[in-house]
Structure formats: C-alpha cells, structure tokens
C-alpha cells in the first residue's frame, strides 16, 4: 500500500545562495565573465575586474522576480506603456515617431466600455433541451467547443440567443 502525499509546491528549484536559484547565479556568472574576456580584449583591460562585479550584480538585480516577471520585462513593459501614452497625449510628437519604429498602437490607451464590456450575441444551433454526451475532450473540441448559453426561446421552439 502507498501514501501519496499532497503537496502545494509547483516549482522547485535548487537553492544556490539565500533565495537566489542556482540557475540565476550561474546565469549572473555567465554575463559577467562574458563581459569580463571581452573587456580584457580591448584597451580597457583594466576596467575589467570592476565591470565583472558590477555585470554580476546588475544582472542579478535585473534577473529578480517579482509578481512573476524579471525586473527587466516590468522596466520594458513601462517604457512600452509611456511611449504609447505620451504618443496618445500628443498627436505631433516624438513619442508618436518611436512607437511607429517599435510597432505600438497609440489608440490601445483609450478604452472604450461599449466595446470593452460588450456581450456578443450568437445564434444556438438545435434544440437546447438535447444533451450531447461526450466520452473525452477531444470530441469536445471537434463539436465546436463548450459553449454556455441562455435560452431565449419560448415553448414553441422559437430559435435561441446567447446572452
């Protein structure tokens, strides 16, 4: 007989030092020796060592997580956002240049509630009070999906609307 043991724990991930993972350290290493051969091929051999400490600690704080994303995404994804807020502000500007050049819509910084909040209305196929029993969901998804429904339709077998 065997216990199977329930566990919250979807991840893990060896520990290298503190809370830091092993892979993030050695991803920190790699970028900081990279940089250091690089700088010990130019004439700024002697800037090597110190760029090798700050590489390693800035990738470091670069690489930390926070609500699920490395802290170089949220700084990239805020200066993606800036860009497309100053373009909506300012028709003429330079913020309506760069986010041409990187491919940002200026008009995704207005929401509209009517089409944000809007229910789509489809037409229901057959009779609502016939079941259609499905023995795995790979014949769902043949069938056109799982579909949840309101039925407008009255007892004389009137055609139905999704709300």
Not at 40 to 67: E, M, N
């Amino acid at each position: 007989m065997a216990a199977h043991f329930k566990s919250n724990v979807r991840l893990r991930e060896e520990k290298g030092f503190g809370s830091i993972s092993m892979k993030r350290l050695i991803f920190c290493g790699v970028g900081a020796v990279l940089m250091f051969m690089l700088l010990r091929l130019t004439p700024l051999a002697g800037l090597s060592l110190p760029a090798l400490i700050a590489v390693f600690a800035g990738l470091l704080i670069l690489s930390g997580a926070r609500g699920g994303l490395p802290l170089w995404q949220r700084v990239l994804l805020g200066w993606r956002g800036g860009i497309v807020l100053s373009a909506a502000k300012r028709r003429d500007g330079f913020a309506v240049q760069l986010a041409q050049v990187l491919s940002l819509n200026p008009a995704a910084a207005y929401l509209r509630g009517e089409r944000l909040f809007a229910a789509s209305m489809q037409s229901v196929d057959g009779d609502p009070g016939e079941w259609t029993l499905f023995a795995s969901l790979d014949e769902l998804e043949g069938a056109g999906g799982l579909r949840l429904v309101e039925w407008e339709g009255g007892h004389d077998g009137g055609t139905a609307a999704a709300r």
